[in-house]
């Protein structure tokens, strides 16, 4: 962003290039001289205050988003339905959202337990994928309340992710047996699953014992991840930010007639930020579409109430295990929205956004 100085110094050259350039009576050629000499002068006075302060013009707003971010400090974890009031009288950037015609139906704040154990998953993402996919399909075909019976390959990577899920006291594993050819089945522990038998079927058997460990599987600990990521980065850097996860909101019908959820939102500077995290395959139609339209919603009514040039960052956070990258890449292409894989936020906070 252009210090003020040097916005004062080109509105300084574009009034000397008029006044030397247009044929202008004399009374107004000695009035524009003597507004040049004013903005001289005080292109001066303020470059000498930039050698003490930094002249922010965001800083306005930065007490404004250190109240909303202690709000979203004190807020206990869980989910906050309704009652988002404050939120819409601190926030500079809910608030802004809801001037422009949003309405907040619940925020989810992750607990420091929740965002541990997610990152337990994260930096193991690449071998847990297969794992998680499988597990996403038990739990549509399962009965969480009684033994679910799940179908996943027999790898080194799977019976780590096994062996994971009763240690963490997620599911209780009944049984485990391999099948073998013919359709005969042996009791197998998940520390032998082996990788030369990558292409036979294990059958897994289990009980949950966690329902909200096991529920936040589903995706919701993809969520709580990056949020994580962005956020440490953010207060190692920043001093004001405002920083949101699992947003939901309804907007009407003459604005949009939308409802959806932001799973990660933030606002620091002149920086906008929305994060979408996808942890399964990628649908076009499902998926991507809707995306597009949310944060093109989300651009227009920022950019409606921002006092500065609003720089927007838009991404999607994906598997790219169960994902192409470069079909990711190619279907975003012209949404404004970046494709990141797990690994690759943090280094895309440090480059780009700070």
Wanted: charged share 25%.
């Amino acid at each position: 962003m252009a210090a003020p100085s040097d916005l004062l110094s080109d509105a300084k050259k574009i009034l000397d290039e008029r006044r030397a350039k247009y044929d202008v009576t004399p009374k107004l050629r000695a009035r524009l001289q003597a507004v040049s000499d004013r903005l001289g002068a005080l292109v001066i006075a303020v470059k000498e205050i930039e050698e003490l302060i930094v002249l922010d013009p965001d800083a306005a707003n930065a007490p404004r988003i250190r109240a909303a971010r202690g709000l979203w400090m004190k807020m206990a974890a869980g989910t906050q339905p309704g009652g988002l009031e404050a939120f819409v009288r601190t926030s500079p950037l809910l608030g802004a959202l809801f001037r422009e015609g949003f309405n907040f139906t619940q925020l989810r704040k992750f607990s420091d337990a929740e965002i541990a154990f997610a990152k337990q998953v994260g930096d193991r993402y690449a071998a847990y994928s297969a794992g998680l996919r499988e597990l996403r399909r038990a739990k549509t075909a399962g009965n969480k309340n009684g033994p679910v019976r799940w179908v996943l390959k027999c790898t080194v990577d799977n019976g780590a992710w096994l062996a994971f899920l009763v240690q963490q006291n997620i599911i209780k594993l009944e049984t485990l047996v391999l099948l073998e050819p013919g359709g005969t089945q042996t009791a197998i522990r998940p520390a032998a699953m082996a990788d030369k038998d990558s292409d036979r079927d294990v059958v897994a058997t289990y009980t949950v014992n966690n329902a909200a460990r096991y529920g936040l599987l589903g995706g919701e600990w993809l969520n709580a991840y990056v949020y994580n990521i962005v956020n440490d980065h953010l207060l190692r850097n920043c001093d004001a930010f405002e920083l949101y996860t699992d947003v939901s909101y309804q907007t009407p019908s003459d604005v949009a007639r939308m409802a959806g959820e932001f799973d990660i939102v933030g606002l620091f500077g002149n920086k906008l930020l929305c994060i979408e995290c996808k942890s399964g395959n990628l649908d076009t139609r499902a998926t991507l579409r809707p995306l597009a339209e949310k944060t093109k919603l989300l651009r227009d009514a920022m950019s409606t109430v921002q006092r500065t040039a609003l720089e927007p960052h838009f991404y999607l956070v994906f598997d790219a295990v169960l994902n192409v990258e470069a079909d990711v890449a190619r279907k975003l292409k012209g949404t404004g929205i970046k494709p990141l894989r797990p690994d690759q936020v943090r280094k895309e906070v440090q480059t780009a956004l700070l």
